[in-house]
């Protein structure tokens, strides 16, 4: 990470002015919208942000279904956020960067860009839009927001690009849901929503 990375923040007064939430929020369509807002995305040093809880960091995060198996991983050592090292997670995902904006669509095009970064596909998916995290508890809750993807995968054909996804592989939904302790609490509130669904 450049030391002056500028991320994509939304002002957190426009997050709860579109309807404050703790956990995971399913988003419809007008919710989506106002979170989403290009007019209202900004990009600021990374360096002041992640101290900063008057903005949001939107993060994308992305899980890799195959039917009724997930995708998951141990953050490594690698990882850029101390914070969450030696956590396991099933979000693949991290920050949208300026240079992200050349695209018609900066929050799209970082997601797509954190992705293809992190681990490499070699099967049919479909992408769909699942839903919102926060948890201000955290002083990285406190300054991120996640955007919940759902990736339907054709096959368990996934590999890990990074040495931040160590120990990567897919499980059953219903062992994951017994060893949330072992999580984040971004993908405890993951969890717990698919195992509703």
């Not at 809750?141 to 368990?156: C, D, I, R, T, W």
Request: with cysteine.
């Amino acid at each position: 990470m450049p030391k002056d990375e500028r991320v994509l923040v939304i002002p957190t007064e426009r997050f709860r002015a579109a309807g404050y939430f703790h956990g995971f929020r399913a988003a419809d369509d007008t919710y989506r919208g106002a979170v989403l807002d290009p007019s209202t995305f900004e990009f600021r040093p990374r360096s002041e942000v992640e101290t900063q809880p008057e903005f949001k960091q939107l993060i994308p995060y992305v899980v890799l279904k195959c039917g009724s198996e997930l995708f998951h991983y141990r953050r490594g050592a690698a990882g850029t956020e101390a914070r969450l090292r030696s956590l396991r997670s099933i979000g693949i995902g991290g920050h949208i960067s300026e240079e992200d904006a050349r695209g018609d669509d900066p929050y799209h095009t970082g997601m797509m860009r954190e992705l293809t970064e992190e681990v490499a596909i070699d099967c049919e998916w479909k992408d769909s839009f699942f839903g919102f995290i926060n948890d201000d508890r955290t002083p990285v809750g406190s300054v991120h927001l996640g955007v919940v993807h759902l990736v339907e995968l054709a096959a368990q054909r996934v590999q890990s690009r990074e040495e931040a996804l160590a120990e990567a592989g897919f499980s059953p939904l219903t062992e994951l849901a017994t060893r949330t302790d072992e999580f984040e609490t971004w993908s405890q509130f993951v969890l717990a929503e698919l195992t509703r669904v």
